[in-house]
């Protein structure tokens, strides 16, 4: 079945820290992989994706890495800021389909 | 980008109440959305697929009596929760996507349902 393990949280960083959020999935075929990323009272906006092994997902200094040989797509920034605190979502979507499937979750903090 | 519009964002009313949630795809057309709900702190659940003029795919353990979804044009789709109660409280999200195959998901803001 298809599934996103997500690494737990919350996670609190002084700004500018490096940021490594992980995440493995488990699914059948060549599914798609996204970051999505949800801040206070707000819905989810897609962060960055990536669509086939090897690819590498980035957008606003995040970048996400398709590893196919290790089912990962650990997410990671080098410098965070406080506008960064909100909580992330990793998630795939199966090869030929358009539903999600999302990890629990992982809330960042992210201090002066 | 794409923009899902989703009203409204906030309910807050009485137990037996009926709340209609509407998700609008505002440049683009949906022939398939999507309609989560998020419990405080946990991840977002599919509760169901709505599908242009045909009937929605709810997924196990989704009461299809208790969440009703229509989705009457390529630019609209309702989810109706019938007789809420308490429990029923909760974070609700909808997606549309684009066509094409992996294409993402565009969310909409989310509707906070609060049932006294």
């Known amino acids: 079945g298809n599934s996103v393990t997500q690494m737990e949280g919350p996670v609190t960083l002084s700004e500018e820290a490096f940021l490594t959020i992980n995440c493995t999935y488990t699914?059948?075929?060549?599914?798609?992989l996204f970051w999505y990323v949800q801040y206070p009272g707000e819905g989810l906006q897609l962060l960055l994706k990536?669509?086939?092994?090897?690819d590498k997902g980035s957008n606003k200094g995040f970048e996400a890495t398709y590893r196919k040989e290790t089912t990962s797509f650990h997410l990671e920034k080098g410098s965070v800021q406080v506008s960064d605190s909100a909580v992330y979502f990793c998630a795939l979507s199966p090869t030929g389909a358009n539903n999600l499937f999302f990890g629990t979750g992982t809330r960042l903090t992210v201090i002066p | 980008g794409a923009v899902v519009s989703q009203h409204p964002s906030r309910v807050i009313c009485k137990s037996g109440t009926s709340v209609k949630i509407e998700c609008r795809s505002l440049d683009f057309q949906a022939t398939t959305m999507f309609w989560y709900r998020q419990f405080p702190k946990q991840s977002l659940m599919l509760m169901a697929t709505?599908?242009?003029?045909?009937?929605?795919?709810?997924e196990q353990g989704v009461e299809k009596d208790k969440f009703l979804i229509n989705h009457a044009s390529l630019t609209l789709s309702t989810l109706t929760v019938t007789s809420a109660h308490p429990e029923d409280s909760s974070f609700y999200i909808c997606s549309a996507g684009g066509s094409g195959r992996n294409q993402p998901q565009h969310f909409g803001d989310g509707t906070r349902l609060s049932i006294l």
């Open positions: 709505s599908n242009e003029g045909s009937k929605a795919t709810y």
């Open positions: 990536a669509t086939k092994a090897d």
């Open positions: 699914a059948t075929g060549y599914p798609s």
